[in-house]
């Protein structure tokens, strides 16, 4: 799933990145097929590039290696909302059928079953960016029909990646483009929590190679 | 100029029972110190301002200081839930926890217009979300020259607001480096400000990066080394991870927190 | 990243007849040489913004390149008046020029706002004033919050900025600073920027203070050694108070002034 | 008239400063009586402590000897704006009865006589500061019954300060209030292009001291 968000970057120049896989994903893209991808980080890092993967979206090694450092304000008003950053990488607790992204509660807002961390940065990053990536396990309880509370929706993601395969808007909803390597469709099918559409040309993506296993092998080592 | 204090007669001075309190610091530079004193004093019904509110308000909320939250994303950076503001919200302990929620560009947008002496920001914001539907605090405005609608936000002007710096001078001069978030606008858009330093130091040197808060738009400095830990201060220490995978467990459980509580009275 | 190229290439791609133009520094780093290459390269028509019009755009009106100006303070600082402008405005020579007028306060929040893709800004601005009742771009919005009405003023968002700095990387990493005004913003405004540098260098060092514009937001630098005197540049040049009073002399009178303007082609 | 302007600000805490007299005025208060006033310059140098007298608002001496340096939005937004600044000091080339500025056109807008700078900070300086100086020769084609054009207005001047005397508002016109020691009052209202009323309590203004005079000396002898 790393791999093939890494290699989703292919192309990017700039990546507004969430902490967590996405932050993984975009550090393995810039240690193989794209040195020169800019990473921005909503904690304040423009052009971050890390050692090390971050902790957390505010690690100080973002600051240290970033090409410039500004406030919070500033990145999401000069940086993000003007459309200045090609795509942007999300991670989500549910998403539905539509693209809407949910990270704010399951069941109902007012008595929520769990309580989310909430929105953050994702609802302008989804509409500032003009490509968003989302990547997430893929279970029943996380890709569901319709998500308990629309978090974040912006222009919807152009590539879903989960650890079984791809998917992609076609038609208002989010159908199946790849499998990885030795998954099963049945699996995929079942693991959704809708009735999941396939592609006509329903691809297998590439086996990661050595180079990119041994990279995010070095990556992962290297986090403090 | 600010006045030098100690941290405990700054908090009896600067923080009440009731009041709207920002304690900023986007994951460096938390104001950690001044959050447990705060419950030390065992403030009540605070509205807690904060974009992420982190261990500092999973502690004042556990306490049962608060009595609302005014936030955009409240986890565990790095290692998962907020465990007492989960257990405020999903089960009302210690008492009910009143929600304001934004986005980051939102609450960051509040302060800007906060620190301006403005009503409100405009922003691009919250397109296609159910937030305006829960979030009374988000409207919509016109431009008068386009005629383009576009989200609002009412500006944030907290009665106090709380940060940590790196440094400040004997004039209360403050100094802070690394990543700035939004303490600046905080401490701008606030009626009171504290902001707890690492050291006190004669002279300023200049820094790459830094932000200077003149002394005369700070009411309150304290010198509280290690005052943001278990996050960080650059150049002066590094984020505890561990610690933060520690308060996972205290929190998690509620005679743990308690213990934990005990402790720290 | 940005491209290197020499000022007249720049020039050459970046600034068409008819475009509208920023070239900022407030005071500090005026882009003086690229001024007088825009002058060499005979633009025409062309919407000069400027905060202070200074002796960068004298230069231009004098010369005819300019059919409007867009600014909030036109005088010769420290010194008395723009000679060619105040020649335009009260005699149309060497040809009309319509003149679009602000505070800086509203200036400056136009910049900031076409810097963030908004269409306007908010400020407390114009209390009192007859500028609404000559300039259009000057009206009002109300607080969605609180009903108070305030001033608004449209982003600017011109075809091309252009400024100049310390120092670049050879990526086009830009960094500047002392008072670093509005440059940053123009940049980010534009649709086009050109930053001339006085020296473009291996390693950008951190300098405290210094705005840092990153190589991907920046279409072309230029490495112009001096390219901004008789203003300065903090660290490498002093302001020429000398020259500032020297262009009254020769802008006073129009045969002067025509000379000059030979004399630079 | 500089050691009046200076003396003005005896118990001010910060000043926003045009250039010309008024920074003169603020730097030598800054010399004398007020040594921790805090200059705030429209460039953006917070507490600007210049060891001599800035040509112009941009001097580099500002940025050099600042507690902080700020951007021109932000000066205008988060120092001026809220409301933080206690004294906004200008200068005019016409200042009416009613405490109106011009600094933009002497006759019409749109075809003037002359074509003056434009309003600058002045506007929001004006509206910004809890307390606005003027500073102004005293002539009657600077102190004028109406402005041709209201390039400031604001909360209206609380004090004037003239080559001759000072003024104050008083049932909405500016009265005077005093003059300069050896001034006479038939001068004053035959420079004064309204008829210009009289306090009762007219003060003459106290000589300036040896300390004022040698310090103002001092300050431009220092400039470059």
Redesign the interface.
């Known amino acids: 799933m790393t791999v093939s968000a890494a290699r989703a970057l292919a192309g990017a120049?700039?990546c507004f990145v969430g902490?967590?896989l996405p932050s993984t994903a975009a550090n393995l893209a810039r240690r193989t097929h794209s040195p020169?991808l800019?990473l921005i980080y909503?904690?304040?890092?423009?052009?971050a590039k890390p050692g090390h993967l971050p902790?957390?979206?505010?690690?100080?090694v973002?600051?240290?290696t970033a090409?410039?450092?500004?406030?919070?304000?500033e990145v999401?008003?000069?940086w993000?909302?003007?459309?200045?950053i090609g795509v942007g990488f999300l991670g989500a607790a549910q998403l539905d059928r539509s693209g809407?992204i949910n990270t704010?509660v399951v069941g109902d807002?007012?008595a929520?079953?769990?309580?989310l961390?909430?929105?953050?940065?994702?609802?302008?990053i989804?509409?500032?960016c003009r490509e968003v990536f989302v990547v997430l396990r893929h279970t029943p309880r996380a890709l569901v029909e319709r998500v308990d509370?629309?978090?974040?929706?912006?222009r919807g993601p152009s590539l879903v990646i989960t650890d079984l395969g791809e998917l992609r808007p076609e038609g208002g909803e989010l159908v199946l483009t790849a499998l990885h390597p030795g998954v099963d469709l049945a699996r995929a099918k079942a693991m959704t929590g809708w009735e999941l559409r396939v592609a006509p040309d329903l691809a297998v993506t590439p086996a990661p190679t050595g180079d990119e296993l041994s990279a995010l092998r070095a990556l992962k080592a290297a986090t403090? | 100029m600010a006045r030098i204090t100690a941290l405990a007669d700054a908090v009896a001075d600067l923080v009440r029972d009731g009041d709207s309190v920002a304690m900023e610091g986007?994951?460096?530079l938390i104001p950690m110190a001044a959050g447990l004193e705060v419950i030390r004093q065992g403030r009540r019904d605070l509205t807690l301002v904060r974009?992420?509110p982190d261990l500092v308000y999973d502690r004042l909320i556990g306490a049962g200081c608060a009595r609302k939250l005014v936030?955009?994303?409240?986890?565990n950076?790095?290692v998962g839930?907020?465990h007492r503001?989960?257990d405020a919200?999903?089960h009302g302990w210690p008492g009910p926890l009143e929600l304001e929620?934004?986005?980051?560009?939102g609450m960051?947008?509040r302060?800007?217009a906060g620190a301006s002496g403005l009503p409100f920001a405009v922003?691009?914001?919250?397109?296609?979300?159910?937030?305006p539907g829960?979030t009374a605090t988000i409207a919509t405005v016109t431009c008068p020259f386009t005629g383009e609608e576009l989200s609002a936000v009412p500006a944030l002007n907290p009665d106090v607001a709380i940060v940590h710096a790196q440094r400040a001078d004997r004039a209360g001069n403050v100094q802070l480096w690394?990543?700035?978030?939004?303490q600046?606008?905080a401490v701008l858009a606030a009626k009171r400000s504290l902001v707890t330093v690492e050291e006190v130091v004669d002279e300023l040197t200049p820094v790459p990066?830094a932000?200077v808060l003149p002394g005369w738009a700070v009411d309150v400095v304290a010198e509280v080394p290690g005052g943001a830990h278990p996050?960080?201060a650059?150049g002066y220490s590094?984020?505890d991870?561990d610690e933060?995978r520690r308060w996972d467990a205290i929190s998690r459980d509620r005679a743990a927190f308690t213990a934990w509580l005990e402790g720290i009275r």
């Open positions: 120049i700039t902490i967590g020169d800019v909503e904690s304040g890092a423009l052009g902790a957390s979206i505010g690690d100080g973002l600051a240290e090409d410039a450092v500004v406030g919070v304000a999401f008003n000069y993000l909302q003007p459309g200045r809407a704010t807002y007012h929520p079953g769990v309580r961390p909430g929105a953050g940065g994702a609802p302008e989804a509409s500032g509370f629309v978090t974040t929706r912006g403090g | 986007f994951t460096h974009m992420t936030f955009s994303w409240g986890g950076p790095g839930s907020l503001f989960r919200v999903e929620e934004h986005s980051h560009a960051a947008n302060y800007v922003l691009r914001g919250y397109t296609g979300t159910d937030l829960v690394g990543l700035v978030g939004v600046k606008e990066g932000v996050s960080y650059q590094e984020r991870n933060y």
